[in-house]
């Protein structure tokens, strides 16, 4: 539901994305390795993610945890629930 609030003040279809277009749209940074994260870190970061579960709509799973991170780190847009 703070999901579909978010959404509707960004005038987005999802939060990620809507979120996202934001960052974008003002210059900020939206990759990961812009933060400082380096590629080698993100095995250990889905890990990390995958041992501490929390709650979420779709079953949390290791490669899903690193698909999304991989995007992360690229800065792609994130693409919400399939």
Known sequence: Q???AIAGALGAD????GLYDLLAGLG???ALRDLGMAHDDLDKAAELVNQNPY???APVTLPGVR???EDAW???R???PK
């Open 28 to 30: 900020a940074k939206t």
């Open 55 to 57: 709650y979420n709509p």
């Open 14 to 17: 999802e939060a990620a994305g």
């Open 2 to 4: 703070a999901m579909a």
């Open 78 to 80: 994130p693409q919400g």
């Open 67 to 69: 698909a999304l991170l």
């Open 74 to 76: 690229h800065g792609r």
